[in-house]
């Protein structure tokens, strides 16, 4: 029977096997533990993994023969049924559901197709409890940071966004100001996060203090940018000038 892997991404790398954890420092063994990852169940090519272990130094001689090294280092952490050999490549044997990336994923898509809003909320709600930092932490691997991190990040601050929407729709603004304004201050132009605080702090009845934010995001957009606010956020600071 093949062990059961279970890999986190969604934040500092976490590895576990049946259950235990197995602790992986070599930087490029967790880059290629994090590849094989993407792809539970498929073949990844012998050049997919090359690039992601040696990044962007000069990748050595026999590029087959050093992949080879490092999956059976990786097997010897993992066990060695954990990962089989294809005539292109290698195969990570686990559930996509014990790898978190494949699990929001799936949880996302399924906020979407919710009967209601309830139930919407509580998947979104899981899987955002799913991330615990950026993705990929730790790993050093510049094609993963350059072609996954990206639309994770924006499918997490939109799956987070649309939570934030359903609280607000049942009136939950007083909890939302605080995250909001953590959030804004992580991600500073990203101005639908903006607008939702605007919104939220009006909806509390906090106008003078929305008018301060609306400046401060005006302000840097100017400075950075060097343009004005999205017309969403223009529209709410015109309705906050209206007593």
Request: hydrophobic share 45%.
């Amino acid at each position: 029977m093949s062990a059961a892997v279970s890999v986190k991404l969604l934040g500092p790398l976490q590895v576990a096997v049946n259950g235990e954890r197995v602790p992986l420092t070599a930087g490029r063994l967790c880059a290629l533990l994090a590849v094989l990852a993407l792809s539970p169940g498929r073949t990844v090519t012998i050049d997919r993994l090359a690039t992601a272990v040696w990044a962007d130094e000069d990748p050595p001689g026999n590029i087959r023969r050093s992949v080879q090294t490092y999956v059976a280092r990786l097997r010897n952490a993992l066990g060695t049924s954990t990962i089989s050999t294809e005539s292109t490549g290698y195969v990570l044997h686990a559930d996509p559901e014990d790898i978190d990336i494949h699990q929001f994923v799936r949880l996302v898509g399924a906020a979407s197709t919710a009967p209601d809003g309830t139930l919407e909320r509580a998947r979104l709600a899981k899987a955002l409890d799913l991330w615990r930092g950026m993705p990929f932490e730790g790993v050093p691997c510049a094609s993963l940071e350059a072609s996954e991190a990206p639309w994770l990040l924006e499918s997490y601050l939109t799956a987070l966004e649309r939570r934030i929407d359903l609280d607000i729709s049942i009136g939950r603004h007083e909890g939302l100001v605080v995250e909001l304004s953590r959030l804004t201050a992580s991600h500073p132009l990203r101005e639908s996060l903006w607008a939702r605080l605007l919104l939220t702090l009006k909806k509390s009845g906090r106008r003078a203090d929305a008018l301060v934010r609306y400046e401060t995001i005006r302000s840097r957009i100017a400075d950075e940018l060097g343009t004005n606010p999205d017309p969403v956020l223009q529209q709410i600071h015109a309705e906050l000038l209206v007593r």
